[in-house]
């Protein structure tokens, strides 16, 4: 069982930056593979970024690639996407997810993820 909490979000010019950090419990954080989703008002969940369970593999979707970046810390069990050069559209709610995986592939599919955060909100002002 993994608990996953969200912070970081907040509201921020467009251009401007903001690095988001998802906390999670259990001792074997280190064997899940980890996601970003973010979702919209009116909008389906979307898959922003993902990480494989030991950090060698990432994958972004097209929109955020070149702006946004996944790590993780397995010591501290923690995640994080750093977002620069936001833009109005990045608005949403973002959402860490896990999935108990050893495999070096990363998970793009909201309905492969056991565990879900509570979401935190980001907002861009153009």
């Known amino acids: 069982q993994v608990q996953l909490i969200e912070s970081g979000g907040g509201l921020v010019q467009a251009g401007g930056s903001l690095r988001l950090s998802c906390a999670a419990s259990g001792r074997t954080f280190s064997t899940y593979a980890m996601g970003w989703f973010r979702q919209a008002p009116g909008k389906e969940r979307e898959f922003v970024a993902a990480?494989?369970?030991?950090?060698?593999?990432?994958g972004y979707a097209d929109s955020v690639k070149g702006r946004f970046t996944i790590s993780r810390d397995n010591a501290k069990n923690m995640v994080s996407l750093h977002m620069n050069s936001l833009k109005p559209e990045d608005t949403a709610n973002y959402y860490c997810a896990a999935r108990e995986s050893r495999g070096t592939i990363v998970i793009r599919t909201s309905t492969r993820y056991d565990y879900w955060g509570q979401g935190t909100q980001v907002t861009v002002s153009s």
């Open positions: 990480i494989s369970w030991s950090g060698g593999s990432t």
